[in-house]
């Protein structure tokens, strides 16, 4: 066995610490399986007094120095962010690099150009653990999948939105006692802004229909919906037609006259509780992948933790190093297709819409009416009269989101309607 | 763009001839995402008339002047089946192509031949069409978790033993007629052996095991128990302690104190109806994997079919072509662990035993001791008088099989045991 491969270590978090761990625990498998042991040759960090685990000698606050210098061959980076992330890894390709990222902000944002820099150099990009956790979901779209044509990434890939409104399910409480309930239980950040307004989820969208589709997405191509507007009547009028409230991110490839277009965005919907995602429970990820060849594929497992996350990290450590052991780089992310992106108002979409109705003959009529004048055809309703009011549930069948929004609009302005009491989107139902 | 990478396919039944369709369909992309084009130069079948939509001047009855042809970049082989398919893969080799194969049978004996001739001539092996059709899981095991430590791999790994079980379960019929109805609309074949007697479930168990645990395992290591013996009691016994019957293929990294060992079996067992694999139903195949810093991951999809076993030959072809590509071969499997197969005497699995008993004072006593005195330990009990006789039905802690299997000998010779009317071994109660 030769010369060890030599790691720069940017960022020494929760993740990190389990990456410098597990690096030493695993190092004889590691190395068998590499043919070359793994080293840590520094790890940088903003205030080395606070890893008193990390070996003094490693630990320096000069990230630029460490990942151009020349006893380093890989570059691993937990520290998450944009800036000063991105000009570092530019630096680390620029000197010959290979970089592992679980940077998803970056990627989602940068990935042309960290992709070019990347390919200029010769060299690998890998960011598994940007996408959740330890499932094992960036490879299999690259590789596994690419005999075949995706149509649709459906995933739950945030896993604070997730206990969120699972807690609403289980507690008939709100959004924001159940969001303070996450705060408390160490669920949610102090700025959950990330998370719940689905920036978090809008940043993963980018990367899997990236991916998926061999085409630029960057995070302000997303259509993002967070979940604080989301009701206890919601979660609610969701379980009485079998659904449950999810965050999902949703990237699909939409055929048009034109040609094909790539739709993403990231809301919540009600999905029925029989379909697989449905029972993804507290801080689990899943996610759902439609091929034209392969069929239904779903991917299952912790989307965060540290172990997880460092799990996704050394395996991505693994495929780079025995590329610089061969001398190669890996096959790099084609975007070859440049499919344009389907803006929201476009994408079709379901809803489902609740209303509070004066009960009287005619008024399902009247709404009805003003579903068709919009084109969005109606695939159930219920009305459930009380007293001189009554309640429609209509769930509606695909139409451009733009017609739905536009007929939900024209409903609140009917003077039949006393209220619109809970717009949600609808997905999976068959 | 260059010259094409020429493809020779071996077989043209079911997936062959979607291979062939869906090499022509999404011939644009495959040559993008490769950065070359592919071309079919041949098609080696028994029987050339009976492929009439395969243009006559691809078809060959002699295979082996198809594989070592110089014109011939890649060969795919989905034949199936142990010779003439070794000798040819061995002769490809030799003459410098890379393999993509579906051959659960051939790679689960003779895995560790071909990959060394593979890596003696430099070129690829890899085979994810093998196991569980279109679920990208051999990639993952080879290369997403490559940082990791695996502890367990749990399948569903043969949809007809899964159906016949499904049904078994729904209808209450014995394993007789359940099979006769699966073979009836052609889930099961005529000689339905290799299903029900799970050599199909073996071999892939063989080939999950030698990934998981870089560990040369080939399918006469694996324990092997069908599904024939199975009966309407087992599956009703199984219903009244919320579980459900699956034949699972098992593979376990054991602890022991002279070291690690590895045990692999397939044999129906009662998994809790809450446990994600209990609702993995018909055709449909799922994959658990535990992993010491990943946790729990899930794989679903569909385990069989033209199409989706086409997915991931191609998905593989597109690997195999990039490095041809690039003029490198992909990291090979490795074996370096060697670990000892644990025989399934030593193996630790917990029982399910249903007694019939005389009902009267002692009895329990009685039979309690004969589990105590083979070191096993009674998880649960629960006693059903009726009459002048009474049921017992009893889910052991962990014990070695032989144990388990010698307590289940005894108390068929104990004259207050009537008679022992169910049992199977259960997995994932906590």
Known sequence: MTAPLRVALLGCGTVGSAVLRLLEEQAPDLAAR????????????RRPDRHPDVPPHLLTTDAHWLVTRPDVDLVVEVIG????????????????????????ALLADDGVELHAAAAEAGVDLYYEASVAGAIPLLRPLRESLAGDQLRRVVGIVNGTTNY??????????????????????????????????????????AILASLAFHTPVSAADVYREGISAVTSTDVARAAEIGCTVKLLAICERVPGEGGDSVAVRVHPAMIPTTHPLASVGGAFNAVFVEAEAAGQLMFYGQGAGGDATASAVLGDLVAVARNRVAGVAGPGVTAYAGLPARPIAETPTRYHISLDVADKPG??????????????????????????AA??????????????????????????????????RVEGLS
């Open 164 to 205: 969120i409104l699972s807690r609403m399910a289980e507690t008939g409480h709100g959004f924001t006692e159940a969001l303070a309930e996450a705060t408390d239980l160490g669920y949610a950040e102090a700025d959950p802004t990330a998370d719940v307004d689905g920036f978090d989820a809008a940043a993963k969208a």
């Open 81 to 104: 962010g944009i800036e000063p992330v991105r000009s570092l890894l530019l630096a680390a390709f620029g000197a010959g690099k290979s970089v592992v990222s679980a940077n998803k």
């Open 391 to 424: 309640t429609l549930v209509i769930v509606t069948h695909s139409a451009p989101d733009a017609a739905l929004s536009a007929t939900v609009t024209a409903l609140r302005g009917m003077p039949a309607v006393r209220g619109v009491t809970s717009i949600l």
């Open 34 to 45: 590499i043919g070359r042991p793994v080293e840590v040759a520094g790890v940088a960090v």
């Open 363 to 388: 008024v399902l009529a009247t709404v009805a009416q003003e579903f068709a004048r919009h084109g969005v055809s109606i695939a159930t309703v219920r009305q459930d009269g009380h007293g001189d």
